[in-house]
């Protein structure tokens, strides 16, 4: 084991051996470096960061992007210190770098894993070329909350979904191979929680019994992390009176003794110094003890680390090994990463940004992404043969930077196609195309410049709305109570409405909206979430059928916000509604006897159904599904069964489809979801054909956490569904029996 410093940049000794020598050599303020993140805010950080690099007092950098700085930064560290270690070079790479996807709740709608892997793949290169290392991706925060702003970010409220595209985009990071020039170490987050958030409210409380922080939240983690996934980032909010920076049970128990993990975990901006804001511990003395003790191995941006590691240590009140066994986490994700072998950037080494390569990806994203939640009498797709004119409203539809949606640091606008660019390049040379703006922003309450909308809705032959929020209305801290479109759009609506000409609505936000005041003023809506640089090809080609939509919803979409939390994973209650013993507030005699109105689970003014259901996405084509069956009536634990059903496209286009397998466990060791999504699969069908989907399903799959938070697959009675939507009516059923 004696490998010489020399060694340590020679692979010819273990990654175990050469941090073992490296942590050997250090001191206890090298060591507290590694465990410090710093940033230069807007200063130039060669100037302010250059002396502490020297000294071994940093080993990460977040936010710097320009790749010859951040070589510099890195020569300073690598040449200028004692022992040489590089920097890792952080930054939020959440759905694209300078080519930008859709926002991660609309890549999710694509119900697409390899789309969502080669999208960030594609983030990977652009990033790597800047000398970013690290990405603070993928956010896998499960929530049924649309009021939450930072729902842009997510995968949507359901674990499988979530825990597939997670597992997609840690591969498209890191690739198979974590120091290949072009792979960046990504890192899942924010563990653990986060979205449940009280009222939807950023940062606020969240209380999660462990039953379901196991069945639900950490599902998709123990997916990243089973993938390889090299950190993980501690989540800012309070987890059932401990905040997740300062829990020992998430970061230690859960993390390291069941899950085996051995990369880092880094906390959220200055989330340690934010324990005592919580009330958790005094000051930041005790935030540091509590955080490391817990299991934070970096601190981001909050500099108590660097403040106070050292003299806990010194004062004996956090033992060394606690440092060690950080830095031995951090240490280990520069060596995967190559860092102590090529620890610079050759931007030339890269493909250019905004490659063919980049567009056609965000393109395919974007086109797989967008959820068609209508289409009365067909009046999509558009045809340029049936059209002399079509009037194209609102502020979104001209929008480089807003389609991009949330947390595009970098996104390059200039690679921005709009929907009117879109739909001027597709069919502008055969149809006049009048836009009006209508509106400053999404917000905006006058309804002064309506008369001119209105007046080309009425000259047209189709009225295109574009409708929606900015991307700065979703997003960290941006939370709304009230998800209605805002400002004066439904009153657009209305007045385009009035013109008497079909209007198709193209909605693009970071959240599912409460559309019921408007779903009956339009023909069609094509949601498109936040779509991304290559959004308005996307929408042009689906709005004139050169494609037909295929995105299905990750996110239910309630009828009103007092529904939330509504979701397809829901359990049944003691008292299930239907649609028999539901009575509507309009509906009740006045002279009503004092006695309770349904005595089942629902809403006297909303019922209990979604506007639209998870799962949910029309087509141009007609897709039927029929003959579900199972390859048996029984199957023993730990066996498997396969699920299958004919799909038809009776219709006459070809189209994806995205089918989708559910299951129900009728009888549970604790009460089990009235359906949980176990699998799905994308599929192309052509007019006419019939396609086998086939799922199976081994019995681990129907695993679940019982009352003593032991997972446990238990023998019993099945109902499985498959379809298009979380309501598929098409039903089968099996048993799981006990094993031999
Ligand atoms: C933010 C976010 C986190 C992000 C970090 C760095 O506050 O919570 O997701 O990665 O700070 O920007």
Known sequence: MTTTIAEIRSD????????ATLLGEMTLAEKV????????GDMDPVEVLSDALRAGRIGSIINQVDVATVNELQRIAVEESRLGIPLLVGRDVIHGFKTVMPIPLGQAATWNPEVVRQGARIAALEAAKSGINWTFAPMIDITRDPRWGRIAESPGEDPYLASRLAVAMVEGFQGDDLAATGTIAACAKHFAGYGEAESGRDYATTNIPENELRNVHLRPFRAAVNAGVATLMASFSDLNGVPATGNEFLMRQVLRDEWGFDGFVVSDWNSIHQLAVHGLTADDRDSVLAASTAGVDMDMAGGVYEGHLADLVEDGALDIEVIDAA???ILRTKFRLGLFDNPYTDPEALPANGSPEALATAKAAALQSVVMLKNDKGVLPLSKQDLDRVAVIGPLADAPYE???????????????TALQGIRELVGGDVEIEYVRAMETSRSKSTQP?????????????????LGEESILSGEAHSRADINLPGAQAELVRRVRETGKPVIAVIMAGRPLTLANIVEKVDAILF????????????????????????KLPATFPRMVGQIPIYHSQKNTGKPPTPEKVVHIDDIDAKAPQTSLGMTAFHLDAGYAPLFPFGFGLSYADFDYDNIRVSGSEVPVGGVVTVSAELTNRGDVAADEVAQLYVRDLVGNVTRPVRELKGFRRVRVEPGETLTVSFDLHTDDL?????DNTLMVEPGEFH????????????TEFSVVAGD
């Open 12 to 19: 010819t000794a273990s990654v175990e051996d050469r941090i």
């Open 33 to 40: 470096g590694q465990m410090n993140q710093a940033h230069a």
């Open 327 to 329: 830095v031995a986490n």
């Open 403 to 417: 389609q991009l949606g949330t947390w595009i640091f970098d996104g390059d606008t200039e690679l921005s196609v």
């Open 450 to 466: 309506f008369d001119e909308a209105v007046a080309a809705a009425a000259k047209s032959d189709a009225a295109l709305l574009f």
């Open 528 to 551: 498109a979430w936040h779509p991304g640089t290559m959004g308005g090809s996307a929408i042009a080609e689906l709005l004139f059928g050169l494609e037909s939509p295929s995105g």
């Open 703 to 707: 695993a679940f956490y019982g009352r």
């Open 720 to 731: 499985a569904w498959i379809g298009g939507s979380s309501d598929a009516p098409l039903r």
